[in-house]
């Protein structure tokens, strides 16, 4: 069974960090693109960062310079360091992994929330 496990959401005042990750199992990790995406209510998933199985990185302009995205293949996880948060980036964070349109999983989500 195929499982994305999101962690390290929560609550931060703007300016600040946080790391999310997410943990992968039930699949053959090192071929995946594995990606961030986010929803804010109302509004339509978006991209956030993907990062492919030979470590070539692609951010949305929004995030440009202020996220990472890292993948550890040996541990099967994919994270997402968030630097200068801003109140636009309050959203539900998604793990996806990514090889081809039958082989395409999603994490639960994580909530962000960026609030004073």
């Known amino acids: 069974q195929v499982q994305l496990v999101e962690s390290g959401g929560g609550l931060v005042q703007p300016g600040g960090s946080l790391r999310l990750s997410c943990a992968a199992s039930g699949i053959s990790f090192n071929p995946y693109t594995m990606g961030w995406y986010r929803q804010a209510p109302g509004k339509q998933r978006d991209l956030v960062a993907t990062?492919?199985?030979?470590?070539?990185?692609n951010y949305a302009d929004s995030v440009k310079g202020r996220f990472t995205i890292s993948r550890d293949n040996a541990k099967k996880t994919v994270y997402l360091q968030m630097n200068s948060l801003k109140p636009e980036d309050t959203a539900v964070y998604y793990c996806?992994?990514?090889?081809?349109?039958?082989?395409?999983?999603w994490g639960q989500g994580t909530q962000v929330t960026v609030s004073s």
């Open positions: 990062i492919s199985s030979g470590g070539s990185t």
């Open positions: 996806n992994g990514y090889r081809n349109n039958a082989l395409n999983f």
